[in-house]
């Protein structure tokens, strides 16, 4: 089956300081997660470093009091992981959904059936996603992009 890789371009006006998180891909990682999650998808979150890893962590916590999302960082929590996992290394077990929060395509990006990844709006940013896109390419994947959009059914709470 052929990997499908979904590119989402983060708006770049901002309004005001609330409005800042919910145009950062982390918020949108978090988005994706919930998603996928009540797919009954399990889902890996690749992150560039241990900090980042447990900053989504933390923001998983809180993202939704409406619906808890279960997700845990790489070794710890149950044996096969949660639903949701997050780590800056290879997974360990099969999932079928990498959100990649990386300047890189990973090297084990091939053993999920989609993955989702981000377009900022920052231009340094924005070409290291066009990099990533190619590789994508590169690979045998087929690959998309479309504009990001906020639920309306997200809690308010989720953007606090």
């Not at 044996?79 to 800056?88: H, R």
């Not at 066009?130 to 059914?153: I, L, S, Y």
Request: proline share 4%.
């Amino acid at each position: 089956m052929q990997t499908q890789v979904m590119f989402y371009l983060l708006k770049d006006e901002v309004t005001d300081d609330s409005d800042q998180e919910s145009r950062s891909a982390p918020y949108h990682a978090c988005l994706q997660a919930s998603y996928f999650y009540r797919q009954k998808q399990r889902v890996y979150i690749y992150t560039q470093d241990q900090q980042h890893a447990e900053q989504i962590d933390e923001m998983l916590w809180a993202f939704d009091s409406d619906s808890f999302v279960p997700h845990n960082l790489v070794g710890e929590g149950p044996k096969q992981g949660a639903a949701v996992e997050i780590g800056f290394q290879a997974p360990q077990g099969r999932r079928s959904v990498l959100i990649n929060l990386t300047n890189t395509v990973p090297n084990f990006a091939n053993q999920f059936q989609f993955i989702v990844d981000f377009v900022p709006s920052d231009e340094t940013l924005k070409q290291q996603a066009r990099e990533r896109f190619k590789t994508c390419r590169q690979w045998g994947f087929q690959v998309d992009n479309q504009a990001v959009t906020v639920p309306a059914n997200v809690s308010s709470e989720a953007t606090k």
